[in-house]
């Protein structure tokens, strides 16, 4: 079934809410823009609703009931955690969880003007999620690798998005990190999909990472990439400083893993003004800004 075929509502979040989980049923219910695999409901203050949407299978949403309640408790910002399921039924044949709340503004719709504390924060979640990951944690299938192995990508996404002033300074950014060591270390904890959508600001700075969906154990890098692609002008060294556990050859492959998203970003900016299904024109621009970065930022 495809999300074309049916509509989530409020309505019906409402009574899959009342059937499953009636002590719940009383909560106020409101929509959360933005979105794509999953959609978000507000449930109350304190909850949210998760409904599976264009993800094809349910895996992402039973990989986050898995591991974040063991994850959780050891991060230093808030995390979604999950505390009910609601499992495919007549009314709605998917998947849903209802998680914990993280307050504040997406990244891609908020600023941050504390490059210092962002920067740190960004730190110290790191450095507490990338610890070695148990032997049955995730692991990724279409993301984790080394940057070499992701060179078909990184052509496409170069290619489409048709940034000829900087294409050279960029695909130089590429190579090196083509050229740096692999990582060496044991499979850790590595989110996955840090970007502006899932990093949630408050007061300035960074208050709170979602969408743990790519969640798999690996390499570090494709997190510290989040130096550029989150913090702003400047703030890279600061994060590295900070974290304390990167050489040089992990530095040189986050940074063109960064290169990487930001060219994804910008092509789904494009395809947005395009009025292309699943293109989002405000993320053009933040992923510009980043890219920017990444040329600057060493």
């Known amino acids: 079934m495809t999300d074309t075929e049916f509509e989530i509502t409020a309505d019906l979040v409402r009574d899959l809410v009342r059937e499953q989980h009636p002590d719940l ?28 949407r264009m993800d094809p299978t349910p895996e992402l949403q039973l990989k986050e ?64 999620l990338h610890i070695d990951a148990p032997a049955d944690a995730p692991i990724a299938l279409d993301r984790g690798a080394h940057p070499r192995d992701c060179a078909d990508g990184f052509e496409n996404f170069l290619h489409a998005v048709a940034l000829d002033d900087i294409a050279p300074e960029v695909r130089a950014v590429w190579d090196d990190a083509v050229a740096a060591r692999a990582w060496e ?40 990439a989040a130096a550029w692609v989150l913090l702003p002008q400047g703030m890279a060294s600061r994060f590295f400083d900070s974290y304390a556990h990167a050489d040089e050859a992990a530095i ?14 910008i092509l789904m900016g494009q395809n947005g003004d395009r009025g292309l299904p699943g293109g989002k024109p405000h993320w053009g621009p933040a992923g510009r800004a980043a890219l920017d970065r990444v040329l600057t930022d060493i």
Not at 88 to 112: C, N
Not at 252 to 261: C, Y
Request: proline fraction near 10%.
């Open 65 to 128: 009931r898995r591991w974040l309640p063991v994850l959780a408790p050891r991060l230093p910002l808030p995390v979604p955690t999950p505390v009910r399921f609601g499992e495919p039924s007549a009314r709605f044949p998917k998947h849903w969880t209802v998680m914990t709340w993280v307050p504040g503004e997406p990244l891609d719709h908020g600023t941050i003007t504390r490059g210092t504390h962002a920067a740190d924060a960004l730190a110290g979640f790191l450095r507490a």
């Open 185 to 224: 270390g044991p499979p850790v904890w590595v989110h996955g999909d840090l970007h502006p959508a899932n990093a949630v600001v408050s007061d300035g700075t960074l208050s709170g990472i979602i969408d743990f969906g790519d969640l798999f154990a690996g390499d570090p890098a494709w997190d510290l």
């Open 25 to 52: 049923a009383g909560l106020t219910i409101r929509e959360v823009a933005g979105g794509w695999g999953n959609q978000m409901w507000r449930l109350g203050d304190e909850l949210a609703v998760r409904m599976q």
């Open 252 to 265: 040189r492959r986050a940074r063109g893993l960064a290169a990487l998203k930001c060219l994804f970003l």
